[in-house]
């Protein structure tokens, strides 16, 4: 399929609210980092335990992987979100090359969430809430994306993975999310469990 094409309304109103909650994580985690900046003695409001430390987050090397903090690179990405969710919301389409362009950005961006999480859980050895959220917005957008172009025949796959995604579309998220969080359980076992 070459054409344009647009999406129904729950596809585009996943769109907004994964890119409203990343907006909005990014955005206090942007303004956390200008007051430990300000004030490195600073301690985030949800800083809430050795584990749960927003503040050994954002101190760490991670925390500005581009040579800026992270978060002003979400406030940007999932702008971009918000934006294409509300134009299809209003009607608009979009051609393949705009999907793929798009679909691009999402992998760099469950790509990069996935580094995080990584670097977060083994090497930090803290979790910031907020990051977190940026997560869970970030895992289900790259799925349903991947599953709109597949279906829509932007991305080729067999007959029966385009009849999967069409039907189950929410089992793939759920499972990433569900191992993330299995992650997160066992590395702080002891912790969650005393």
Known sequence: MTGAAGAGRPFALLLVLTGAAGLLASWVITLDKFKLLQDPGFVPGCSLNPVVSCGSVMKSD???????????????????????GVSLLAGAAFPRWYWLTFTAGCLFGVGFVSWLQFESLYRIDALCLWCCLAWAATIPLFWYVVAFDVRRGFLPAPAALRTFLAEFTWLVPALHIGIVGMLILTRWWDFWTS
């Open 62 to 84: 991670q925390a500005s992987a581009f040579g800026f903090p992270n978060p002003m690179l979400g406030l940007v990405a999932y702008g971009v979100v918000v934006c294409v």
